[in-house]
C-alpha cells in the first residue's frame, strides 16, 4: 500500500486532508492518521515497510492482523 500524498498520506503538523484514511488520534497541532486495508485472502508472509527517500517521513505506529 503506497503512502501518496493528499491520498493515504498528509502533513502530521497541519490539519489532517488525505482523502483515503481518517485521523485516529489528534493533538495541537499533530494528527496521526489510520489506514485500513483489505488483504487478499493469502497467507501474510511478511510486512515490508520502508522510506523512497521522498520527502515524507513515514512512522508505523501499529499493525493489527486477524485471522
Do not use: C, K, Q, Y
Not at 493528499?6 to 489528534?26: H, N, Q
Not at 515524507?56 to 485471522?67: D, F, G, I, N, Y
Amino acid at each position: 500500500m503506497p503512502l501518496i500524498t493528499g491520498r493515504t498520506a498528509d502533513e502530521w503538523a497541519a490539519p489532517p486532508s488525505a482523502g483515503e484514511v481518517f485521523a485516529g488520534l489528534r493533538g495541537d497541532p499533530w494528527h496521526l492518521n489510520v489506514l485500513g486495508v483489505t488483504l487478499r485472502p493469502v497467507r501474510v508472509e511478511r510486512i515490508v515497510f520502508r522510506d523512497l527517500g521522498t520527502p515524507a517521513s513515514p512512522v508505523l505506529a501499529a499493525v493489527t492482523l486477524e485471522r
